[in-house]
């Protein structure tokens, strides 16, 4: 029979590595506490228009990457490709903005884009996001890039690079089109089909196309950052300013451009060598008239979102948390093996995890499926230690033996493992 395979690009997640991925959400969720972000959880699906009226009809997400579904009634339906547009919605729809601003929500979870799959691009991905509302002082900026720098920092994810760019508000962006449009005019017979088309619809993004021959094509393009009303190059000079003032390096970068249409002011990226072509690891930026937009009241914002798969990638084995100690009960012979399960859920309910492989009858079988289970202890206990009340305790490390009594083997495990 012809088995069944998951979807090309989307991955499962398997028991080895899971805890590396609690150990990046629980870091995570702790950065976001610390910073004041509280968690918000919308749906994964959303009618289409939100995500084209957005992240724009014209991008690469919206033209070509969305998965997108009729719904029974005929509704079009899409699978988030990110946070931030339902996030806003949720923000716009529940009213939110009549409560104290600021306010700061924070996410975690899968999102979908029909991406070539590769190392670190996957159709099923997962971002851990925050969006911070009510504020347009460059403060805020530097607190949600300072946030996405000490998260990423604290994980020691080798070779990372802040790259900051400013897109100007979007009269400053009226401006600068026009300058750019007839400078791509003057190249476009070096660059690719697809930019030609972008020339028209979102001559922007043509500064980051990864084509070779675009690149150099636009090597000398005028800057948006030359272009910027005094109040937009001021925000980015305080924005600048403030993360040297917290010693977090940074690159210009006047071909940032981001994928997304909601952008204003401050753009940033965080790219790492370590990725290959994938090279960002998080990215984000300031979107004043995003509220607006989806029918909310003016309520500028700014945030960020990182990919999980990206971060796993690059997390070094060393920063992972030990695993807690796991005692193996080798229970054998006929009261042996009736007090090994009594003796594994007291330990449980203890607090202490057990195990057992009900498979094995001989202490041999047992104790090689203890050194499998990566279990740091086993108890042997067969019909003897049952008679006489007490049981070996063996390091399996260290092969060192000890015999506790069985009524106190609980509380002789919960002292062992809060001592390591
Ligand atoms: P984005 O740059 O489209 O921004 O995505 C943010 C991050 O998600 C990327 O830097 C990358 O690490 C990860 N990512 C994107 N696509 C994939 C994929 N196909 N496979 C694996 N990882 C991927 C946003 O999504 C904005 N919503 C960020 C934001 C929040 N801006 C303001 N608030």
């Given at each position: ?12 997640i ?7 991925w609690r ?12 910073y004041?972000f509280?968690?918000?959880?919308v ?6 228009a ?7 009809a ?9 998965y997108t579904?009729?719904?029974r ?5 899409t699978l ?12 716009v729809e ?6 104290p601003l600021p ?7 899968p999102?979908?884009r ?6 670190g ?7 851990f996001?925050?969006e ?6 460059a403060?805020?900026?530097i607190?949600?890039?300072s ?5 990423l920092s604290?994980?020691?994810?080798p070779?990372?690079t802040?790259?900051m760019?400013?897109?100007?508000t979007?009269?400053?962006?009226a ?7 007839s ?20 001559p ?7 084509v ?9 393009a ?9 109040d ?9 300013g ?12 006047p ?12 753009a940033?990226e965080?790219?790492?060598?370590h ?11 300031r979107?004043?008239g995003?509220?607006e ?12 979102a ?5 971060i796993?990638l690059?997390?070094?084995d060393h ?7 796991t ?8 009261e ?9 859920e007291?330990?449980?309910?203890a607090?202490?995890p ?6 094995s ?9 203890a ?6 202890y086993?108890?042997?206990?067969g ?11 063996r ?19 919960l ?6």
């Open positions: 029979m012809m088995t069944i395979k998951g979807i090309k690009g989307v991955k499962d398997l028991p080895e590595e899971t805890p590396r150990f990046i959400e629980e870091r995570a969720t702790r950065w976001a506490g610390r004041g509280r968690e918000i959880r749906p994964i699906f959303e009618v289409t939100l995500f084209a009226r957005s992240i724009g014209t991008t690469d997400i919206v033209e070509k990457e969305m579904f009729p719904d009634d005929g509704t079009s339906l988030r490709p990110e946070g931030t547009a339902g996030t806003v919605r949720a923000f529940h009213n939110r903005a009549a409560n306010q700061k929500y924070f996410y975690l979870g999102m979908f029909h991406e070539r799959p590769q190392a691009r996957l159709r099923q991905f997962h971002q996001g925050v911070y509302f009510g504020t347009q002082d403060r805020a900026d607190e949600v890039i946030l996405l720098w000490r998260f604290d994980l020691h994810l070779d990372l802040l790259e760019n400013s897109l100007g979007s009269t400053d962006r401006t600068y089109l026009p300058v750019l449009v400078f791509l005019k003057g190249r476009s017979a070096r660059l690719c089909d697809n930019c030609k088309r972008r020339m028209e619809t979102n922007l993004r043509v500064l980051d196309c990864k070779p021959e675009c690149r150099a094509a636009t090597e000398d005028p800057h948006l950052t030359s272009h910027l009303s005094p937009a190059k001021s925000h980015f000079d305080q924005v600048l403030g993360l040297t003032a917290l010693d977090i390096p940074y690159k210009l970068n071909r940032l451009v981001r994928g997304l249409d909601y952008y204003c002011l401050t940033f965080i790219t790492s060598t990725l290959g072509a994938q090279n960002a690891v998080g990215a984000g930026g979107y004043d995003l509220v937009a989806l029918g909310g009241p003016k309520t500028p914002a700014v945030g960020f990182v990919g999980l798969e990206r796993s690059m997390l070094p920063s992972l948390p030990e695993m807690p100690p005692v193996y009960v080798a229970a054998f012979g006929s042996g093996s009736q007090a090994g399960v009594l003796l594994q007291q330990l449980r309910q607090g202490v057990a195990q057992s492989d009900y498979r009858g001989t202490l041999k079988a047992h104790l090689r499926q050194d499998r289970a990566k279990c740091r086993a108890v042997l206990l019909d003897d230690e049952v008679k006489r009340g007490s049981a070996t305790v390091d399996m490390e260290t092969k060192a033996q000890e015999d506790v009594v069985l009524a106190q083997l609980p509380s002789y495990f002292r062992v493992i809060s001592a390591s």
